[in-house]
């Protein structure tokens, strides 16, 4: 308690180098605390959009499904074994078609994925009803994303043509009506993509009852084995995203280490200044009766004591800075659909517990053993050599 007690004194007597270095210190603290806050938003913030609008619980694939290339389509649905069909029969599942066309509105070219989905589903947040709500205005309606009408300049009642071949190579046009325009964060199902009513889409094909992935409601437990179909977890399917912010957090970390350095060369200077300076006090303190590792422990306390401080005035600045920007988010500019994460038009940060406690114990330990290092001269120091002001 006394080592405690004297060193609080002689940090608060060094005045104004001490707050200087708290003070950097703690921006430290509030400025990692915030950035990493931002990047786990926007992980959160995605993970939660992905799920609502496309993933759900998970996906069922057909064996020969693969995302990234539009070819295999043709192949790439069949009928839904017995245990898929109860689970949608039940709610639990939503079957979605997908296939290749080429749309022209206004005369233009431009190929596009044609999704089916049920009207009735309450799995995804997708405005899917107004497929059904719209059904005796025209053959076939149609939903779009934004993204999707302001690339292709539609409208909500606008009509264009659609072009596509069914399972038995035959080409078919039919007009469809834009019906709806979904606002939705996540662009994977917006960009390049037509969605319309699932039945539609199979008369459509003359692919009765054929599905190409098939959406499971959050919580529901797929079923152990399904013969042709391949289930992806939301991990699976949210693993791109998690590696883009992971990629993120990384290059942050870089500018992490320079704010954290530049902080602790500051305690580091001052630890070696202060026991330059305090010789004569360190073989006073001596021949009083204080062993060496105690002087040590004197100067280490003292050290620890600058990230203390700087966590107690970080914490008188920061955490009003941090709820303004939890409770009202960062607004983001519109190019931030190309970055491939589901965002929405605010940017809401995430301070968890485990963000803070973390970095206030990295940053604290990291401060005592910078504190410590220039100490350990003092192992070395005779008293007699320190009381006439010398080194040994």
């Known amino acids: 308690m006394i080592l405690l007690k004297l060193a609080y004194r002689n940090l608060i007597g060094a005045g104004v180098r001490t707050w200087l270095n708290v003070i950097v ?3 430290s603290f509030v400025v990692i605390i915030w950035t990493q806050g931002l990047y786990d938003g926007m992980y959160d913030q995605a993970m939660h959009a992905k799920t609502d609008w496309e993933i759900g619980g998970g996906e069922f694939w057909h064996k020969n499904y693969d995302p990234y290339d539009p070819l295999s389509l043709e192949k790439s649905h069949g009928i839904l074994p017995e245990s898929l069909q109860e689970l949608v029969r039940e709610g639990k599942a939503t079957p979605i078609l997908i296939t290749q066309a080429t749309m022209y509105p206004d005369g233009r070219l431009m190929p596009v994925l044609l999704k089916g989905i049920d009207p009735d589903q309450r799995i995804l947040k997708m405005p899917a009803k107004a497929l059904k709500d719209s059904a005796a205005c ?7 994303g934004e993204r999707m009408a302001s690339r292709s300049r539609l409208k909500k009642g606008d009509f264009l043509t659609l072009r596509w071949q069914d399972v038995y190579g035959a080409f078919d046009v039919m007009d469809a009506r834009i019906v709806c325009l979904m606002r939705t964060p996540v662009s994977t199902i917006d960009n390049g993509q037509i969605w319309v009513p699932l039945d539609s889409l199979r008369r459509m094909l ?3 009852g054929q599905t190409t992935i098939v959406v499971l409601a959050p919580g529901v437990e797929p079923p152990p084995a399904v013969p042709g179909w391949e289930f992806r977890s939301p ?10 912010v992971q990629t993120k957090s990384v290059s942050s970390a870089i500018f992490y280490f320079f704010l954290v350095v530049l902080a602790l060369l500051a305690i580091f200077d001052t630890q070696v200044l202060s026991i330059f300076r305090r010789r004569k006090e360190i073989g006073t303190l001596m021949a009083l009766g204080m062993t060496r590792s105690e002087v040590i422990r004197l100067f280490t306390i003292e050290g620890a004591f600058h990230g203390i401080l700087a966590l107690l005035v970080a914490a008188i600045y920061g955490t009003p800075i ?3 920007f939890k409770n009202n988010g960062i607004p983001l500019p519109s190019y931030t659909d190309s970055y491939g994460i589901a965002l929405s038009q605010k940017l809401m940060p995430t301070y968890g517990i485990g963000l803070i406690l973390g970095t206030v114990f990295v940053i604290l330990i990291t401060v005592t053993v910078v504190s410590f290092l220039p100490t350990r001269r003092i192992a070395r120091l005779k008293p007699t050599d320190a009381l006439r002001g010398k080194w040994s």
Do not use: G, K, Q, V
Request: proline content about 8%.
């Open 235 to 244: 991990d699976f399917l949210l693993s791109d995203i998690r590696e883009i």
């Open 138 to 144: 025209c053959d076939l309606p149609a939903l779009i």
């Open 322 to 324: 941090l709820i303004y």
């Open 25 to 27: 210190l703690s921006f």
């Open 206 to 208: 003359r692919a009765p």
